[in-house]
């Protein structure tokens, strides 16, 4: 247990050093001529050199072989639903819904790793501009092996089954309600056990950032201290590793006789980080009206565009609902964004049926979406007392200015789209006139 020791705060400075060696890290400077223990000083940069202050992040690890000790790249053939290719299929804008997305059967032994699969995204790897949405789903752990992205950071949603994941950073332990991110470069292994689902934002071209409060203040929503990055943790194992890339959308291995997590002291900024989700300071309207779900924002990661997110990662969380005179739920809606959203837990208010954990759905740039027919009937008509919503439930959204193509397996492989998601609209009934 005491693998799993965090320290708190969004883009902090850390500094942490593994217990069994103490002085691990140089004082005042990165690179002493000889390192303590006979370490090798590395640097891992999130930005690039010369980026602002504000932004810039790198983080120098203190390890008992640097990373370059590697047998060549090549190139790997699993995971054939990761992609990157957003020309799959033909463009679709009709709004889709994906039952809960299947869990490798118990026969097949399928790791995080081999277990990525792509549903929809934008842009491009190499001009480092764009994301993509993936599910993974597995029932085995990698080891041995490592994962890094070299596309960009990946934040992680489990919605069932837990992720213990060990990192070149320490060890981190993500439950349902839990999200995790881990950027560009890290590397990182994922243990599970039993069947393990859950949802990846992948960003290309920025790290993502917490929201400006604005008016609301120097607090609330997620809070800075409520991040948890690990401590230092090393492993001393001279055994044959696999390291596996993601690299311009393609998978790549490369063997090595020995663990990439001998990280025995780092310090810096460019971390992985978890986040309780329960820890959300919510805000709502406590007069009228329905306000935008960017009061729900977690994370966000900015485009060029000021206030246009290449990606808000966004929650429905339990909350008290007190607006007066007013449709509580989502209202109708066309939005210049696409929304992707997943359930880890429960129901979601606009749409109590047909909307699982771990399903999905997406409301693509223009198409219209909104209530469903029983949810608009339901919220017209219901007495507006103060009433506690979505109690034991999280919904989430993964909002994007970029217009996402969905892929093959999405489309079709997966076989979970429900073709009949539109018929919920359908009935909704011309009241015009006092009509009934
Ligand atoms: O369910 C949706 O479509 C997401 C959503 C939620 C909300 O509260 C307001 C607008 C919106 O797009
Ligand atoms: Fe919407």
Redesign the pocket.
């Known amino acids: 247990m005491g693998d799993y020791k965090y320290q708190s705060g969004f883009g902090s400075h850390f500094s942490t050093e593994d217990p069994r060696c103490p002085n691990a890290l140089p004082v005042g400077q990165n690179s002493p001529q000889k390192c303590a223990y006979g370490l090798y000083a590395e640097q891992l940069s999130g930005t690039a050199f010369t980026a602002p202050r504000t932004e810039n992040s790198r983080t120098w690890f203190y390890r008992i072989r640097p990373s370059v000790v590697h047998e060549p790249f090549q190139k790997l053939n699993v995971s054939k639903h990761l992609v990157s290719n957003w020309n799959e299929q033909p463009p679709n804008p009709n709004q889709m819904r994906w039952k809960p997305f299947d869990l490798p059967s118990s026969n097949e032994k399928v790791n995080f790793a081999e277990g990525l699969h792509t549903i929809c995204g934008a842009g491009d790897t190499r001009s480092r501009h764009g994301l993509a949405i993936h599910v993974y789903t597995c029932n085995t752990s990698m080891d041995n092996s490592a994962f890094y992205n070299a596309d960009g950071d990946f934040l992680i949603v489990p919605q069932q089954g837990v992720l213990d994941i060990t990192t070149e950073f320490g060890k981190l332990k993500v439950n349902p309600n839990e999200i995790c991110v881990i950027q560009q470069g890290m590397r990182f292994s994922v243990n599970v056990e039993g069947p393990t689902r859950g949802y990846i934002l992948e960003v290309y071209d920025h790290h993502f950032t917490l929201p400006d409060l604005g008016p609301i203040g120097a607090n609330g929503l997620a809070n800075p201290r409520d991040f948890l990055t690990p401590v230092a943790w090393f492993e001393e194992k001279d055994e044959e590793f696999k390291i596996i890339s993601k690299y311009q959308g393609s998978l790549f291995c490369a063997k090595q006789k020995h663990t990439p997590f001998d990280v025995v002291a780092w310090h810096g900024n460019y971390v992985p980080y978890k986040y309780d989700l329960s820890k959300f300071m919510v805000i709502n309207s406590v007069s009228f009206d ?4 960017s009061i729900f924002t977690v994370l966000t990661c900015q485009s060029s565009r000021p206030g246009t997110a290449i990606a808000d990662f966004v929650i ?1 969380p339990p909350r008290w609902s007190v607006q007066e005179n007013t449709f509580r ?3 109708y ?1 066309r ?1 210049c964004m696409s ?1 992707f ?1 997943g359930l880890i837990l429960g129901k ?1 208010e ?1 749409k109590e049926e047909g909307f699982m954990p771990g399903g999905g759905s997406l ?1 693509s740039i223009m198409t219209p ?2 209530p469903d027919r029983q949810c608009f009937d339901g919220a017209s008509n219901a007495q507006l007392n103060p009433e506690r919503i979505a109690e034991g439930t999280q919904a989430f ?1 993964f909002e994007s200015s970029l217009s996402m193509a969905v892929t093959k397996w999405g489309e079709e492989t997966c076989q979970k789209l429900d073709s009949k998601y539109y018929q919920c609209w359908q009935t909704l009934k011309k009241y015009f006139n006092g009509k009934k």
């Open positions: 329905h306000c935008d779900p429905f739920p989502p209202y809606h939005n929304e959203m979601y606009a409301h979406h909104g959204m």
